[in-house]
């Protein structure tokens, strides 16, 4: 891995404190986000690990249910696969608290969830939910009972686990020979193009491309049959895949044309991550200039969705809380906590906090439509929003 990139000293993303650990002895925990392309895999990772048991806990705060655009795609995309796949059994890798579970029938689908709080609300709702890291022991358990699986779907959790070939090796083991293996992940390309440097965090070990994703499973006879894009999370790709021996299915024209965009984009120079990072570097100037300047005219900002991208913005950036008043967000357990590294206060979202604010920043960047059209008061009257991405600017 060469380094490209430099974010500073950063806190677990999603480690949000108490007033007590505010004020108690132990100290809030930093590493060094440093961002690295490998020429050969064309992988592009965080060079700093920070081991899986400390980021995903039995209280992991983070739930995807929390936003309607989350739960639509999830809804189109279960319709997806039962009409086209049929599946018997499908396996979902990173099943959160089971956004996407609950679509299919309770027989028909399992669950791999390591952090317990949400295996449990998963469970609660009927689903066979394994609260464990996904590995090979795991997978021999799951074919002991279930003989083979013919759809294993992960959503934004394959760029979480650092040793990926114990993924790829454990999901071989459990898909049959015809099974499709469906991952869906924040696309590099765009993270490239917008400038959307905080798709990197302690979580994000990877940011995929299509290059990286095709080196990478190879190896297990795996190829991509099918791309999509996805407006979620800042622009994403499905990437649907088979084995190489199951020749039924035929190559769709859309892997070569995301292929030839990654390609044209040179995202397999070094150069170009460089490029990148001359940009984030420009982002941040712009930003804190930003605020500096909103500030300076004694206007109130207040921060909108306290994501684990907005904590390496704030770091990164150095944003305080006396440039930022306060955040607000849905999920309860965010909420009357404090965001890491800044300790900037979260409140529990209500309409009419916006309008004690001037400005807000969008930490939630990634569901602008939908925030904007929960706002459409706020924005009436006059506030507007802040965001980072692609350049910093007042909306
Ligand atoms: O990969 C990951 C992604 C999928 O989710 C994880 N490592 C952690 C997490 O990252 P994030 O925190 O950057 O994700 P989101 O989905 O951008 O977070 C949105 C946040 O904004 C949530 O805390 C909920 C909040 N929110 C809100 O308060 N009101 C969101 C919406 C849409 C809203 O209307």
Redesign the pocket.
């Known amino acids: 891995m060469k380094k490209f990139l430099d974010l500073g000293m950063q806190p677990l ?2 480690k949000y404190l108490t007033k007590r650990d505010l004020l108690g002895k132990k100290k809030e925990q930093f590493y060094h986000l440093e961002v690295g392309f490998d020429k050969k895999t064309k992988l592009v990772s965080i060079l700093n690990r920070v081991s899986s048991k400390k980021m995903f806990d039995n209280n992991y ?4 249910s ?5 739960n639509s795609s999830f809804k189109k995309l279960s319709e997806k696969i039962i009409k086209i796949f049929k599946p018997r059994l499908f396996l979902e890798i990173g099943s959160n608290d089971g956004s996407l579970l609950r679509n299919f029938n309770k027989k028909r689908a399992i669950g791999v969830e390591p952090c317990k709080n949400l295996a449990i609300i998963t469970s609660k709702k009927g689903y066979k939910t394994y609260s464990e890291y996904w590995d090979l022991k795991l997978a021999k358990k799951i074919k002991s009972k279930y003989k083979k699986v013919d759809l294993i779907y992960s ?3 394959l ?2 686990i650092y040793n990926l070939d114990k993924v790829f090796r454990s999901i071989t083991h459990v898909l049959s020979d015809e099974g499709i293996l469906i991952i869906e992940e ?1 696309s590099l390309l765009e993270c490239l193009k917008s400038i959307a440097y ?1 798709q990197f ?1 302690n ?2 070990i990877y940011v995929f491309s299509l290059l990286a994703i095709k080196n990478l499973i190879k190896k297990y006879n795996l190829k991509v049959f099918n791309i999509e894009q996805l407006s979620t ?1 800042g622009g994403s790709i499905r990437y649907f895949i088979k084995r190489i021996s199951n020749t039924k299915i035929k190559i769709n024209n859309s892997v070569k044309r995301q292929l030839n965009k990654e390609l044209t984009f040179k995202m397999d120079k070094f150069n170009t991550y460089i490029n990148f990072k001359k940009k984030v570097e420009l982002s941040k100037k712009k930003l804190v200039n930003l605020f500096n300047e909103i500030k300076k005219n004694n206007k109130k900002i207040i921060g ?7 904590v390496t913005v704030l770091n990164y950036c150095k944003i305080t809380r006396e440039i930022v008043d306060f955040f ?4 309860p357990d ?1 909420t009357k906590k404090y965001m890491p590294g800044t300790h900037i206060f979260i409140d529990k ?1 209500n309409k009419n906090l916006l309008h004690k604010a001037d400005y807000v920043f969008l ?2 960047w ?2 602008k439509e ?2 904007f059209k ?1 706002e459409k008061n706020f924005i009436k009257k006059g506030g507007r929003f802040i965001t980072h991405v692609p350049v910093p600017r007042i909306i």
């Open positions: 993303a999603n705060p983070y739930k995807s929390m936003s309607k655009t989350m959503a934004n959790t760029s979480h924040p905080d965090y979580e994000h999370h909108y969705g306290s994501t684990a991208k907005s607000v967000d849905t999920t965010k979202y930490g939630a990634n569901f939908e925030i929960k």
